[in-house]
């Protein structure tokens, strides 16, 4: 894939993602803080608590096999 294609998606993306998280942001500001903080914290450990568990754990864990663990998670 051309440098310029991957740069041009990579900028969708991060517009895509940035719009995401205000309307997001708009729709929880009546929530508690420490709730949201929480929440984001419980989230981030959902999602890298397998990966981290099969890295310490396995030995023949590898790139290829984190990627699918990762999004499994989620």
Known sequence: MPERRQ???????TATLGALAVGIALLV????VAFLVGLAFSLAASAN???ILLSLFWRRFN????????????
């Open 7 to 13: 740069v041009a998606i990579g900028r969708l993306a």
């Open 29 to 32: 500001k009546s929530l508690n």
């Open 49 to 51: 608590l397998p990966v």
């Open 63 to 74: 790139d290829a096999g984190q990627s699918p663990a990762w999004w499994s998670a989620r």
